[in-house]
Every structure is written in structure tokens, then in C-alpha cells.
């Protein structure tokens, strides 16, 4: 059974740091990429960023450009997303996900497998 669970997340305030880890079992962790969403409140799923499945191509949307690092241990299955200088519009609850492509996308339709999600509230 293949499971991906997200730790990290909690209250920051503006300008702070978070650091969120991806722990992923059941499935071979390096064919897949990987990904980070997030969902506000009565927004859409939106894609963060995404790695490749050896962790050489990374890709981010222009929200966490400069801002946020995602980066993967193929060796402790886990992924993770070191987001800086946090605004209080990063709050929302993230997501990680698996996709079988070689890079990942920024399409949620294409992961194959998602975690449960972590909040992360940002408070000006």
C-alpha cells in the first residue's frame, strides 16, 4: 500500500520558515517525481513545485520563486519543501504527490499518488 505522509507544517508568522518533509513507502521512490500543491480555502489545487526523480530538475511556480527550495533523498524516501520568507497568501494546505513521469508537472491530474495534507498558516 503506498503512502505519502507530510510533516511540518503548523503557525508562522510573515517573513518566517517552515521546512515540510514528504515521507513516502510502498513504492520505489526514485521512479517516481514528486511534487508540492497547496488548496486555500475556496481556492483550487495549485502546484508548487516539482522535482524530478533523480532530484537533478527542479521546477517552481512564480508564487515560491526565490522563495521556496523543494529537494528529495532518494535513500530516505522523502521529499521536502523549505519555504522562506513566508506572506500570509501561502496559507493553505500542502500537498505532496507522486507522478510517474521522469520531471513531474504542474497538473495534479497526472500524480498518481497524494498524501493527506499538512496546514500552514501564516499570520501577518
Known amino acids: 500500500q503506498v503512502q505519502l505522509v507530510e510533516s511540518g507544517g503548523g503557525l508562522v508568522q510573515a517573513g518566517g520558515s517552515l521546512r515540510l518533509s514528504c515521507a513516502a513507502s510502498?513504492?520505489?521512490?526514485?521512479?517516481?517525481?514528486m511534487g508540492w500543491f497547496r488548496q486555500a480555502p475556496g481556492k483550487e489545487r495549485e502546484a508548487v513545485a516539482c522535482?524530478?526523480?533523480?532530484?537533478?530538475?527542479?521546477y517552481y511556480v512564480d508564487s515560491g520563486k526565490g522563495r521556496f527550495t523543494i529537494s528529495r533523498d532518494n535513500a530516505k524516501n522523502t521529499a521536502y519543501l523549505q519555504m522562506n520568507s513566508l506572506k500570509p497568501e501561502d496559507t493553505a494546505v500542502y500537498y505532496c504527490?507522486?507522478?510517474?513521469?521522469?520531471?513531474?508537472?504542474?497538473?495534479?491530474?497526472?500524480?498518481?499518488?497524494w498524501g493527506q495534507g499538512t496546514q500552514v498558516t501564516v499570520s501577518s
Open positions: 522535482i524530478s526523480r533523480g532530484g537533478g530538475t527542479e
Open positions: 510502498g513504492l520505489t521512490f526514485s521512479a517516481y517525481a
Open positions: 504527490a507522486a507522478d510517474r513521469s521522469l520531471t513531474g508537472s504542474y497538473f495534479p491530474r497526472t500524480y498518481a499518488y
